[in-house]
Structures are given as C-alpha cells and as structure tokens.
C-alpha cells in the first residue's frame, strides 16, 4: 500500500497539537513563485471537511491578493480539480489523476515533520495577522504593552486566555510567553502603536497585581 502523498501534513499536525500549536507555516516553491502557508488546525466548534487534517492557506509572498485556502487530508487538497490546475498553473493532461499526483508529492516534500520555532519574517507577519484576526483584533497589533486579567468566565470559573492569544504572545515575545505559560487566566495586550510597547520585565512587575488576585 502506498504512503499517503501528505502523510508530512499528519505528523506535522500531531506536533503542533504536542506543542499547543493552532497555527504553523512552512515555505513553498512553485513555478518560480513563493508562497508562505498557514497551517491552521480546525478547533472544537465549526465545521471540518471530512477527512480534512487542517486548512491550509497560500500566500503569494508577491502579491497579497494572490491567495487561496483549501482543506487538505493524508491523500490531497478537497478542491475542485479545475480551481486546482488554475491557481497553481497545472498543466492539462489525458492522465490528470498522475499530474496531481506529481504536483502532491513534490508538494509534499516541503511539509515540516515538526512545528519550528523560527520563522521567516513573512511567515511570521502572515501568522500574526491571522491570529490576530481570530482573536478579533487589528492585523497590525503587534505591540505588546501588558497583561491582563482574562474577562469572563463562569460559574466561578476564571476564563482563560484563547489559544490565538497564546499563539501570538509565543510568536512575537517568546521570553514572556515562557515565563507566563502557566498563568493561563493571564491574557497577552497588544498595540498597533510603538510607543506603546514594554519590555518583558516591566509587564512582569506590573502584572504581579493581576498574579496575586488569581
């Protein structure tokens, strides 16, 4: 029996549900072009394409408008074939099934086993816009000026921090998000402003308020 053409895709996503990951990128060259792709994970609410590992988004490092986002399984994208062949400019042929599989395998062969800390610049503003998308906020908060108390909760349950929030804090301030990991009812805040940005230290100190009423 043959190995599934993306079977990177399922090791890939059982790491970053080991690390907490919701959201991981990787590189792809395709016809001269450059694509950063999100890895996003489908979380316990909304629908899932059956079969589908995760949503997987292409960013044309070229051209911002130049998009596309597909579900993807073990075996291949769940597209239509011809909005496959377009967007990636797969070439027609009697045997397709045999040029899908070509361009599936040579795809294949830059899914990441595992989730990586470092990441390119592109990769990382591309994951930071969508985090903070889902997190209902600005694509270009990306100042981190303190903590808080996580509102909500109930039945006398503290809330906790989303997995977005969580996912950006470690992207953009590593240090913090390693010291704070367990204060889960802490959120991370950010601003688009500069000025507005503290250092590690200075929300550490400020935050030993919030630390002691939990």
């Known amino acids: 029996m043959r190995s599934p053409l993306l079977g990177n895709l399922e090791k890939l996503k059982r790491d970053m549900e080991k690390k907490g990951r919701c959201v991981d990128s990787f590189l792809f060259e395709h016809r001269k ?36 986002s597909v579900p993807a399984s073990r075996w291949q994208f769940i597209i239509d074939a011809r909005e496959l062949r377009t967007y990636f400019g797969i070439d027609y042929e009697e045997n397709l099934g045999e040029a899908f599989r070509r ?58 921090r989303s997995l977005f929030n969580d996912n950006k804090a470690r992207l953009l ?21 500069p000025a507005d940005e503290r250092t590690d230290d200075d929300i550490l100190k400020k935050g030993r308020g919030f630390l002691s009423e939990l």
């Open 103 to 160: 361009f599936y395998d040579y795809f294949g062969g830059f899914v990441p086993l595992r989730a990586a800390a470092k990441k390119s610049a592109e990769e990382r503003e591309a994951m930071v816009a969508w985090l903070s998308r889902q997190d209902g906020e600005e694509a270009d908060r990306v100042y981190c000026c303190g903590v808080r108390k996580t509102p909500g909760g109930q039945n006398g349950i503290p809330a906790e």
């Open 173 to 193: 301030r590593p240090r913090l998000h390693k010291l704070l990991k367990t204060e889960r009812r802490l959120s991370f805040c950010f601003s688009n402003d």
């Open 33 to 68: 072009r450059t694509y950063v792709v999100l890895v996003k994970l489908y979380g316990e609410s909304g629908s899932r394409p059956e079969q589908a590992l995760a949503e997987l988004e292409f960013l044309n490092t070229a051209n911002a408008r130049d998009r596309l």
